[in-house]
């Protein structure tokens, strides 16, 4: 069993950067390629971004794109997502998520087996 601890939520003023940071453990971490998710109140959840155990594909929702960076050290087991230029609108509780590396659609919430408690982002005007 995966078992996903995020940390690096908080509140920021608009423009700002966060980094969150998810470490994973009681698995292989190299079986898996690691997502990143986020719900805010009286949303339903959505998907923020992806990569691949081999860190050679990364997906990325529209609105974050040149925003938002993932990336994933697999010696510390750990994936990051740098946050830039944030904006109210990204506020939401983040989740990581980590899913069988040969899944078709990053996307997909239901694609994902093991999940984080989430950590909450809180952009302020």
């Known amino acids: 069993q995966v078992h996903l601890v995020e940390l690096g939520g908080g509140l920021v003023q608009a423009g700002g950067s966060l980094r969150l940071s998810c470490a994973a453990s009681?698995?292989?971490?190299?079986?898996?390629?690691m997502g990143w998710f986020r719900q805010a109140p009286g949303k339903e959840r959505e998907f923020v971004a992806a990569?691949?155990?081999?860190?050679?594909?990364?997906y990325y929702r529209d609105s974050v794109k040149g925003r938002f960076t993932i990336s994933r050290d697999n010696a510390k087991n750990t994936v990051y997502l740098q946050m830039n230029s944030l904006k109210p609108e990204d506020t939401a509780v983040y989740y990581c998520?980590?899913?069988?590396?040969?899944?078709?659609?990053?996307?997909?919430?239901?694609?994902?087996?093991?999940w984080g408690q989430g950590t909450q982002v809180t952009v302020s005007t």
């Open positions: 009681g698995g292989t971490f190299s079986s898996y390629g």
């Open positions: 998520a980590a899913a069988l590396d040969s899944i078709a659609d990053w996307s997909k919430d239901y694609e994902y087996r093991h």
């Open positions: 990569i691949r155990w081999s860190r050679d594909s990364t």
